[in-house]
RNA sequence: GGGCGGUUAGCUCAGCGGAAGAGCGCCUGCCUUACACGCAGGAUGCCACUGGUUCAAAUCCAGUACCGCCCACCA
């Protein structure tokens, strides 16, 4: 048969992956009689496309569940999309407005409609996207946020713990983004370290001379306007006597009392601190405990409101300069120092986030918290690597309420309602009289009256926090439900592992009674070759479809397996992948030849002893790959794995063995069958344990070297447990006299065609019949024309004289050719340095009375080992150079 | 302010108590009948610093110095 000498991924990926979806080969089967193992999918937002985080996560889990289906368990790997409610909103508002539209003008209903309209058209790019990696979700269970099924179970936990108390409706200060106009949650409220400036400001005392009173510091002087006090230490000398006086604030000339507050720090700033309650989340809290009036003078647009009068209607940091202004043309300025101070900014628009009083709903988290504490301190859910364990502990054990009411328009609508008529509502002046309900209310269930709709929506993340089982039809019982849930692991990356891996775990636990996954893997961020974070400012963002198109899926897939060392982020270098492109290549003309040699078909087994040491060698060394690769998975090591197989591929496989078949192939008979079978034998497994990595070429090549009625998806993954095979001994020194032998040609600048006669002196008979049963080999691998076993070296020049472990030899030029003796010694004289200094090493060691005494006996008895095998070493080098001298 | 990492070959990183490793890059030869996306060979390291524990430390402990990340309501 004839095949092309370079792979190409294009002709094959696509249509092995439609023969994959179409025959169901990724379907999970609860009628299987398998168990099961279950992922769920990160559901990537709506609006995505694919980057190279997807990249990541698509890879790593499709290598878990391949590898998982091919041991035999009934896999489902269940994909979807999340309706990301700020992401997408904004994304549709944009799209509108370039065809003039404004969200505001279409109304909720009609913007509604249109997002669902784009969904419908562009919703499902990230998936089709998600199949060019190969990914082998189950998409006969592809899932929504927003699936009735979906929006279900969000609308049965709001409804929940409102019931029991843990949701509530308050008045408090939040995350404001003016630019998105609505409320966050702390996790959305991202701090930046900015160098800014503090303005101390004097507050004149009331009736007292122009320049008394007290100088205040403060990092946003516009919020002055709103100011309701001025707090002091209650220990601090300085100020004790002007607590319970009042001073004016500046600009709107307001007379505040002055305060003392344990919260101030004596030595920040000037140790008096302007409070304003509306504005600060510290003064809000002070505020509250010396009943002060909130005076907002900063609305929800970020404009100033009525409140700040000559200021009112600017922008909020127009308004600082004009503030500042003033200040300092009123001399009330005493001065500008620097400083650095964190600034919250919105994590999807970037703009400065406003503290604002606003009415919110909140999930109370303690009552949730303890229990996914202690699930992950009992080890019920392990965190791998461990380290995200203790930040997760951490995070975890002074975890905040969380606002979930987002002042949105798409998303899971708030089940709650309001009546005008009696004021009856949720939070309202009753709060026996609920009015949170999974049925829709038509009028109020107290007065009769007419009812209004809470406008807001809930936070993406609330309905994020049951995917694990809203995906499985939870609150109902349903067949999936049961079998799937709860999943086997949750991988992702672990910049989400507030936003959701904690939040499922809480939920997961409160509404399902068990942890929703028992294993945590989270993978590094992807970064650009330098370990620079990817962003399009720096342009060094890599579309990971550019790299499909470029490398192939495969090789796309590989390099982020290797690359994916538990703990680090990664580092993604087109270079390597160039490496691993490569990689897929050798696999390809590996089975080029493999079918040159056998068929297409496989060949038949030949009787156990038929098989030469190399067979054995390269059997045992597959079945101990294939246990490694199989640890390694069970570990997460996913870089483990792709290394270990990469090299037995590359170097064990092909270096090796592929080129020591050659001589028993020629030999014919038994040997030569015996060489068939197994060359057919391991790279027909090697292809097995490849294909959770490399789907695709695995499965062509697969394919290609024998008839198959089924996939390679669905063959058994090899476990390596057989132990059928065992190395014969000597085979390690055969192949270190073929790379001594290698290294004189080498270093003669002999090429590669010149063919040499050598003469081999093996140390015991053992190494001799290793030696003499592999001739053909060591001929063929070293390029010589004869071979000849002899009980002492040649004496006469031009014999190049070498040693290896066990073996001393000599070569020659079979035509003519000389020896460069001087390079020859200097040769030998540097190997014979290098191995003395090893031998005094071991020699030290051993010479040591507690090394011999508290050492391991096996530790000690290597040493020795190591120790004679210099000795012995560096004895065969000194009679080479001496031979050479004669 | 609290927490978590990192410092090993020119670069990106493995190894985490018993002979210093990989990929890329570099140097020397090779179109050897699977593959030049290839073959063979080679060079390269006070494993950040300082102490300690140990028969034995790149590996464990403590401290120092840089670098990075996360959390947090220091005005």
Same mark, same amino acid.
């Given at each position: 048969?004839?095949?092309?000498?370079?792979?190409?991924?294009?002709?094959?990926?696509?249509?092995?992956?439609?023969?994959?979806?179409?025959?169901?080969?990724?379907?999970?089967?609860?009628?299987?009689?398998?168990?099961?193992?279950?992922?769920?999918?990160?559901?990537?937002?709506?609006?995505?496309?694919?980057?190279?985080?997807?990249?990541?996560?698509?890879?790593?889990?499709?290598?878990?569940?391949?590898?998982?289906?091919?041991?035999?368990?009934?896999?489902?790997?269940?994909?979807?999309?999340?309706?990301?409610?700020?992401?997408?909103?904004?994304?549709?508002?944009?799209?509108?407005?370039?065809?003039?539209?404004?969200?505001?003008?279409?109304?909720?209903?009609?913007?509604?409609?249109?997002?669902?309209?784009?969904?419908?058209?562009?919703?499902?790019?990230?998936?089709?996207?998600?199949?060019?990696?190969?990914?082998?979700?189950?998409?006969?269970?592809?899932?929504?946020?927003?699936?009735?099924?979906?929006?279900?179970?969000?609308?049965?936990?709001?409804?929940?713990?409102?019931?029991?108390?843990?949701?509530?409706? !308050?008045?408090?200060?939040?995350?404001?983004?003016?630019?998105?106009?609505?409320?966050?949650?702390?996790?959305?409220?991202?701090?930046?370290?900015?160098?800014?400036?503090?303005?101390?400001?004097?507050?004149?005392?009331?009736?007292?001379?122009?320049?008394?009173?007290?100088?205040?510091?403060?990092?946003?002087?516009?919020?002055?306007?709103?100011?309701?006090?001025?707090?002091?230490?209650?220990?601090?000398?300085?100020?004790?006597?002007?607590?319970?006086?009042?001073?004016?604030?500046?600009?709107?000339?307001?007379?505040?009392?002055?305060?003392?507050?344990?919260?101030?720090?004596?030595?920040?700033?000037?140790?008096?601190?302007?409070?304003?309650?509306?504005?600060?989340?510290?003064?809000?809290?002070?505020?509250?405990?010396?009943?002060?009036?909130?005076?907002?003078?900063?609305?929800?647009?970020?404009?100033?409101?009525?409140?700040?009068?000559?200021?009112?209607?600017?922008?909020?940091?127009?308004?600082?300069?004009?503030?500042?202004?003033?200040?300092?043309?009123?001399?009330?300025?005493?001065?500008?120092?620097?400083?650095?101070?964190?600034?919250?900014?919105?994590?999807?628009?970037?703009?400065?986030?406003?503290?604002?009083?606003?009415?919110?709903?909140?999930?109370?988290?303690?009552?949730?918290?303890?229990?996914?504490?202690?699930?992950?301190?009992?080890?019920?859910?392990?965190?791998?690597?461990?380290?995200?364990?203790?930040?997760? *502990?951490?995070?975890?054990?002074?975890?905040?309420?969380?606002?979930?009411?987002?002042?949105?328009?798409?998303?899971?609508?708030?089940?709650?309602?309001?009546?005008?008529?009696? !004021?009856?509502?949720?939070?309202?002046?009753?709060?026996?009289?609920?009015?949170? @309900?999974?049925?829709?209310?038509?009028?109020?269930?107290?007065?009769?009256?007419?009812?209004?709709?809470?406008?807001?929506?809930?936070?993406?993340?609330?309905? @994020?926090?049951?995917?694990?089982?809203?995906?499985?039809?939870?609150?109902?019982?349903?067949?999936?439900?049961?079998?799937?849930?709860?999943?086997?692991?949750?991988?992702?990356?672990?910049?989400?592992?507030?936003?959701?891996?904690?939040?499922?775990?809480?939920?997961?636990?409160?509404?399902?009674?068990?942890?929703?996954?028992?294993?945590?893997?989270?993978?590094?961020?992807?970064?650009?070759?330098?370990?620079?974070?990817?962003?399009?400012?720096?342009?060094?963002?890599?579309?990971?479809?550019?790299?499909?198109?470029?490398?192939?899926?495969?090789?796309?897939?590989?390099?982020?397996?290797?690359?994916?060392?538990?703990?680090?982020?990664?580092?993604?270098?087109?270079?390597?992948?160039?490496?691993?492109?490569?990689?897929?290549?050798?696999?390809?003309?590996?089975?080029?030849?493999?079918?040159?040699?056998?068929?297409?078909?496989?060949?038949?087994?030949?009787?156990?002893?038929?098989?030469?040491?190399?067979?054995?060698?390269? *059997?045992?060394?597959?079945?101990?790959?294939?246990?490694?690769?199989?640890?390694?998975?069970?570990?997460?090591?996913?870089?483990?794995?792709?290394?270990?197989?990469?090299?037995?591929?590359?170097?064990?496989?092909?270096?090796?063995?592929?080129?020591?078949?050659?001589?028993?192939?020629?030999?014919?008979?038994?040997?030569?069958?015996?060489?068939?079978?197994?060359?057919?034998?391991?790279?027909?497994?090697?292809?097995?344990?490849?294909?959770?990595?490399?789907?695709?070429?695995?499965?062509?090549?697969?394919?290609?070297?024998?008839?198959?009625?089924?996939?390679?998806?669905?063959?058994?993954?090899?476990?390596?447990?057989? !132990?059928?095979?065992?190395?014969?001994?000597? *085979?390690?020194?055969?192949?270190?006299?073929?790379?001594?032998?290698?290294?004189?040609?080498?270093?003669?600048?002999?090429?590669?065609?010149?063919?040499?006669?050598?003469?081999?002196?093996?140390?015991?008979?053992?190494?001799?019949?290793?030696?003499?049963?592999?001739?053909?080999?060591?001929?063929?691998?070293?390029?010589?024309?004869?071979?000849?076993?002899?009980?002492? *070296?040649?004496?006469?020049?031009?014999?190049?004289?070498?040693?290896?472990?066990?073996?001393?030899?000599?070569?020659?030029?079979?035509?003519?050719?000389?020896?460069?003796?001087?390079?020859?010694?200097?040769?030998?004289?540097?190997?014979?340095?290098?191995?003395?200094?090893?031998?005094?090493?071991?020699?030290?060691?051993?010479?040591?009375?507690?090394?011999?005494?508290?050492?391991?006996?096996?530790?000690?008895?290597?040493?020795?080992?190591?120790?004679?095998?210099?000795?012995?070493?560096?004895?065969?080098?000194?009679?080479?150079?001496?031979?050479?001298?004669?």
């Amino acid at each position: 048969m004839e095949i092309a000498t370079r792979y190409d991924p294009k002709e094959c990926e696509e249509r092995w992956y439609a023969r994959w979806e179409e025959s169901g080969a990724f379907t999970a089967r609860p009628d299987s009689g398998k168990p099961p193992y279950t992922i769920v999918i990160p559901p990537p937002n709506v609006t995505g496309v694919l980057h190279s985080g997807h990249a990541m996560f698509v890879t790593l889990q499709d290598i878990l569940v391949r590898w998982r289906r091919m041991q035999g368990y009934d896999a489902l790997w269940l994909p979807g999309t999340d309706h990301a409610g700020i992401a997408t909103q904004m994304v549709v508002s944009k799209e509108l407005e370039k065809q003039g539209l404004s969200r505001q003008a279409l109304g909720r209903e009609k913007f509604i409609e249109k997002v669902w309209e784009w969904r419908g058209e562009k919703g499902g790019a990230i998936l089709s996207q998600l199949r060019k990696l190969g990914a082998s979700c189950d998409w006969t269970r592809t899932r929504f946020t927003l699936d009735p099924p979906l929006s279900n179970a969000v609308r049965t936990a709001f409804v929940r713990l409102y019931e029991e108390g843990l949701i509530y409706r !308050g008045h408090y200060m939040i995350n404001w983004c003016p630019s998105c106009g609505t409320a966050l949650s702390d996790l959305e409220a991202e701090h930046e370290e900015k160098q800014g400036s503090l303005w101390h400001i004097l507050y004149r005392l009331e009736g007292g001379a122009l320049d008394e009173g007290l100088v205040v510091a403060t990092t946003r002087p516009e919020t002055l306007l709103g100011d309701t006090a001025v707090a002091v230490h209650p220990g601090d000398e300085r100020y004790k006597k002007w607590i319970g006086k009042r001073v004016m604030v500046p600009v709107v000339n307001r007379l505040v009392p002055v305060v003392a507050d344990q919260m101030i720090d004596r030595e920040f700033g000037t140790g008096a601190v302007k409070i304003t309650p509306a504005h600060d989340p510290n003064d809000f809290e002070a505020g509250k405990r010396h009943h002060l009036e909130e005076i907002a003078v900063i609305g929800h647009d970020g404009k100033m409101t009525s409140n700040a009068g000559p200021y009112a209607g600017q922008d909020r940091f127009a308004a600082r300069k004009g503030i500042v202004k003033q200040l300092e043309s009123e001399g009330l300025l005493v001065k500008i120092e620097p400083h650095k101070s964190s600034v919250a900014h919105c994590q999807r628009c970037h703009t400065i986030v406003e503290p604002a009083i606003s009415n919110q709903w909140f999930l109370k988290i303690e009552p949730l918290a303890g229990p996914a504490i202690k699930a992950v301190e009992s080890g019920e859910i392990k965190i791998i690597p461990d380290h995200w364990r203790k930040v997760y *502990l951490n995070w975890m054990g002074d975890i905040h309420d969380w606002c979930i009411s987002r002042q949105l328009w798409w998303g899971h609508r708030i089940p709650a309602w309001y009546c005008d008529s009696c !004021g009856n509502g949720a939070g309202g002046e009753d709060p026996q009289r609920r009015m949170v @309900s999974m049925k829709d209310l038509g009028s109020c269930p107290y007065c009769g009256g007419a009812v209004r709709r809470d406008p807001d929506v809930l936070d993406t993340w609330f309905s @994020s926090q049951l995917w694990p089982f809203s995906t499985m039809g939870w609150p109902e019982k349903t067949a999936d439900f049961e079998r799937y849930y709860p999943t086997a692991v949750m991988e992702t990356g672990y910049d989400i592992l507030f936003f959701w891996v904690a939040r499922m775990i809480m939920a997961g636990l409160k509404f399902t009674g068990k942890a929703p996954f028992k294993e945590v893997f989270l993978h590094g961020l992807v970064r650009d070759a330098k370990g620079r974070k990817m962003s399009k400012t720096l342009g060094n963002v890599v579309d990971p479809l550019d790299l499909i198109e470029q490398y192939g899926a495969d090789a796309v897939r590989f390099t982020l397996a290797i690359l994916c060392v538990p703990g680090t982020d990664v580092a993604l270098d087109t270079k390597r992948m160039e490496g691993y492109r490569a990689f897929a290549n050798k696999l390809w003309n590996a089975a080029r030849y493999v079918m040159m040699q056998a068929g297409d078909r496989e060949p038949e087994e030949p009787a156990k002893d038929d098989l030469g040491p190399w067979d054995l060698w390269i *059997l045992s060394e597959f079945e101990k790959t294939a246990r490694s690769a199989n640890e390694a998975l069970e570990a997460f090591k996913f870089y483990e794995a792709a290394d270990l197989l990469y090299h037995f591929t590359w170097h064990s496989f092909c270096d090796w063995y592929l080129e020591a078949s050659k001589p028993a192939i020629q030999a014919g008979g038994n040997r030569a069958a015996a060489a068939r079978w197994t060359l057919f034998k391991v790279l027909e497994g090697t292809l097995r344990l490849l294909h959770p990595i490399m789907p695709f070429v695995t499965e062509e090549l697969w394919q290609k070297i024998a008839p198959r009625d089924g996939f390679i998806a669905d063959a058994a993954y090899p476990s390596g447990k057989e !132990g059928d095979y065992a190395a014969p001994g000597h *085979l390690a020194v055969v192949m270190e006299l073929v790379n001594k032998m290698r290294n004189v040609r080498a270093e003669r600048g002999l090429s590669a065609s010149a063919q040499l006669e050598a003469v081999v002196v093996p140390a015991d008979d053992g190494l001799a019949k290793a030696v003499e049963g592999s001739k053909d080999e060591i001929r063929f691998l070293a390029r010589l024309s004869s071979l000849s076993l002899a009980s002492s *070296l040649p004496d006469e020049q031009p014999w190049a004289k070498g040693v290896s472990g066990g073996c001393r030899f000599a070569m020659r030029a079979a035509t003519a050719g000389e020896t460069d003796a001087g390079r020859e010694r200097q040769r030998l004289e540097n190997d014979l340095k290098k191995v003395l200094a090893d031998h005094a090493k071991f020699a030290a060691k051993l010479a040591n009375p507690s090394f011999a005494e508290r050492a391991p006996a096996e530790v000690v008895e290597k040493s020795r080992k190591l120790m004679e095998e210099y000795a012995k070493k560096a004895e065969d080098i000194r009679s080479a150079i001496q031979s050479l001298k004669d």
